[in-house]
């Protein structure tokens, strides 16, 4: 019986698969380091807004100043949460993106490998086992072509989650727009 995977492969390919686990969770410390520095810094952003809005409002003279200071807090507010889901989002996408790619590459590396394991028990096989090969070839096929469609509706369904969050994040900003630019009209 011929060995199909020498044992100078096994080791290469499992060094490269503690590499390639190695970059991905570098990357992920890196992502999680972001998203903590953007949390910390939203958060103080807001601290500061709202001790700055609360001494506007007690330094009002009038109930009329009051609620004029209170409709002018509420765009900032919203385009600073607009622009920390943007972030959020982008961080994530970045991951989900690296680690698709990362997917693809292993698979493409697997396939590579187990047509080459099959071709050279192909070589080495008894006469007549051209039709079982074949089969085995044809699965392997099918299988790849069922990934390719998989991966086709994965990237589809992140770009319509991507353009429903963009079209969301418009009717939210356009929404808070209304009513101050509604006021400004009728002053």
């Known amino acids: 019986?011929?060995?199909?995977?020498?044992?100078?492969?096994?080791i290469a390919a499992q060094k490269a698969n503690v590499e390639t686990l190695l970059g991905l969770t570098n990357a992920n410390?890196?992502?999680?380091?972001?998203?903590?520095?953007?949390?910390?810094?939203?958060?103080?952003?807001?601290?500061e807004d709202s001790v700055a809005n609360t001494k506007a409002l007690l330094a009002a003279?009038?109930?009329?100043?009051?609620?004029?200071?209170?409709?002018?807090?509420?765009?900032?507010m919203v385009d600073k949460a607009v622009a920390y889901g943007r972030s959020v989002y982008e961080i994530a996408a970045e991951g989900q993106q690296e680690f698709a790619k990362l997917v693809e590459t292993?698979?493409?590396?697997?396939?590579?490998?187990?047509?080459?394991?099959?071709?050279?028990?192909?070589?080495?096989a008894p006469a007549g086992s051209e039709a079982a090969f074949a089969a085995v070839k044809s699965?392997?096929?099918?299988?790849?072509d069922a990934y390719a469609n998989v991966t086709k509706v994965a990237k589809q369904t992140a770009e319509t989650a991507e353009a429903?969050?963009?079209?969301?994040?418009?009717?939210a900003v356009k929404a808070v727009s209304a009513p101050k630019a509604a006021a400004k009209k009728a002053a």
């Open 1 to 10: 019986m011929t060995n199909f995977i020498a044992p100078e492969q096994f």
């Open 29 to 47: 410390f890196a992502r999680v380091e972001r998203l903590v520095a953007l949390n910390l810094n939203t958060a103080r952003s807001v601290l």
């Open 61 to 76: 003279k009038d109930a009329q100043t009051a609620l004029n200071l209170q409709a002018g807090f509420a765009q900032p």
């Open 106 to 124: 292993q698979v493409a590396e697997l396939n590579k490998s187990i047509n080459e394991v099959v071709e050279k028990a192909a070589k080495s």
């Open 139 to 144: 699965a392997i096929a099918v299988a790849n």
């Open 164 to 171: 429903n969050m963009t079209a969301a994040t418009e009717a």
